[in-house]
């Protein structure tokens, strides 16, 4: 019935995914969505025998093909169920396809997707959201656990912390160029984390949801920052009705691009639903005709990175403004303390001062 909303929760070992899983089903389900939850491919296969750590190649190679043949086989699957309900469904993944990207070799990867006829970027937009939850062993360690999982290989030691780091940045590396990738991050109540994630949720089937205030400050750069994802942004704003942003955003990093519309809509003071979609380099062109003639181009370099648990993105302006830097603390509660890294100085906390909104920045004097 109608249109199908397909979307990903991913993440770190640890990150409250099964937690969150059992929320969304039990929220959307009392808004009267018939929610269907595909499972974990590659425990799966885990627990069938199959195991990242054997040393045989061949045995290996083909436990990832038939890792990504079945999870291809399952989202289908579910998605045809879901296109026979009467009432409104949604299909929420435990893992997608690109996670399986993170576990093994480009060439491999390669050479699985064409042996499934598919490539990197149809695989990505098979999805309307990808939901990164942070794992637990970055910010919330005293939580971090094996026991939730008989299949999990990191263990609750120091060396188990560090792995489960680097396969959650693996992890965000892969679906990273998706234009709904959000980074459910950690906090001091999990509660908060996943209330993240029903709001994300909402956005997505363009329910009504509460404004929230991302923390945002004015800082300078004074140390080198740490692993991260570089992206440059272009950022257009449309011509709209009262009460309504349209943004048009082109994101390139590493050789790709990215194109994403975005409608923010107020339905009340406190209240707002948001739409967005990704557009062809055709679309995004001619819709570049509709450009705000009372607003310029933003344009400006964003370095994304988490730091103790938190995400955080760095912004720095080129256009139409120079010599400003924007540090995000991204899905943080009010009560909650920023985990600043120590490779920046905050010069001024500018959170809900409206003169640094980007929409106000493209404002043309």
């Keep these: 019935m109608g249109d199908i909303k397909r979307i990903v929760l991913t993440g770190g070992p640890c990150a409250g995914k099964t937690t969150a899983l059992v929320r969304i089903v039990d929220h959307f389900s009392n808004l009267g969505f018939k929610v ?93 959201a990808v939901l990164h939850l942070v794992t637990a062993a970055d910010g919330a360690e005293q939580f971090y656990t094996v026991d939730t999982n008989a299949a999990r290989y990191e263990q609750a030691n120091e060396e188990g912390l560090r792995m489960a780091c680097e396969l ?51 800082v300078e750069v004074t140390g080198e920052l740490p692993d991260c994802i570089e992206s440059e942004i272009t950022q257009t704003y449309l011509v709209a009705e009262p009460d309504c942003v349209v943004r048009l955003r082109r994101r390139s990093w590493q050789g790709e691009v990215a194109n994403i519309h975005k409608t923010q809509k107020h339905v009340t003071p406190t209240e707002v639903i948001e739409t967005e979609r990704h557009v062809s380099n055709a679309l995004y062109e001619s819709l570049l005709q509709q450009a705000d003639p009372y607003r310029s181009t933003i344009r400006k370099t964003r370095r994304s990175f988490i730091w103790h648990g938190q995400y955080f993105e760095l912004d720095t302006f080129h256009e139409p403004v120079s010599d400003l830097m924007i540090l995000q603390a991204k899905g943080i509660a009010e009560q909650e303390e920023v985990n600043f890294p120590p490779f920046v100085r905050v010069v001024q906390d500018i959170t809900g001062d409206q003169r640094y909104f980007n929409y106000n920045i493209a404002l043309r004097k």
């Design 168 to 218: 959650d940045q693996k992890v965000r590396r892969a679906w990273t160029g998706h234009p709904h990738q959000r980074v459910i991050d950690n906090h001091d109540d999990f509660e908060t984390k996943l209330n993240h994630v029903i709001t994300e949720i909402s956005n997505v089937l363009g329910l009504p949801h509460l404004l929230t205030r991302e923390r945002v400050y004015i």
């Design 36 to 128: 269907f939850t595909v499972p974990e491919v590659p425990t799966m296969f885990s627990l069938g025998g199959w195991s990242y750590l054997t040393k045989n190649p061949k045995l290996y190679y083909e436990g990832e093909l038939a890792i990504l043949q079945t999870q291809l086989a399952l989202e289908d699957a579910f998605m045809r169920m879901a296109a026979t309900c009467t009432k409104p469904a949604i299909v929420v993944c435990d893992r997608g396809t690109m996670d399986i990207s993170a576990y093994i070799s480009p060439d491999m990867w390669d050479d699985i997707c064409h042996r499934c006829h598919t490539a990197t970027n149809q695989l990505r937009q098979r999805y309307d």
